[in-house]
Nanobody
């Protein structure tokens, strides 16, 4: 099992940027694909981005394409979500999640077995 702790959330104006971090501890010797999800008030949690265990492939949801980028550094056991050109509709609690994977990985929430506690991102003027 891997433990995840997110940081970097906060209040930002529309058009601004934030970088979220997710620090992993515990069973970091296993291979995990890492993902970011978010949940806005009154809405279901939704997929944002995912990256494979080695950091060589990734993809993001259409709603954030061209604005958000996911990356990782396995030597630091850390995953980042760089968020640019933020919009009010990006306001949500953002969660980091881990999925055991040595090859195939998915963006399906149920495939992620370890979750962080979430960090609040608020985009408002």
């Amino acid at each position: 099992q891997v433990q995840l702790v997110e940081s970097g959330g906060g209040l930002v104006q529309p058009g601004g940027s934030l970088r979220l971090s997710c620090a992993a501890s515990g069973d970091t010797s296993s291979s995990y694909a890492m993902g970011w999800f978010r949940q806005a008030p009154g809405k279901e949690r939704e997929f944002v981005a995912v990256i494979n265990w080695s950091g060589t492939t990734s993809y993001v949801a259409d709603s954030v394409k061209g604005r958000f980028t996911i990356s990782r550094d396995n030597a630091k056991n850390t995953v980042w979500l760089q968020m640019n050109s933020l919009k009010p509709e990006d306001t949500a609690v953002y969660y980091c999640a881990a999925q055991k994977s040595q090859g195939f990985y998915s963006d399906y929430e149920g495939d992620f077995r370890s979750w962080g506690q979430g960090t609040q991102v608020t985009v408002s003027s």
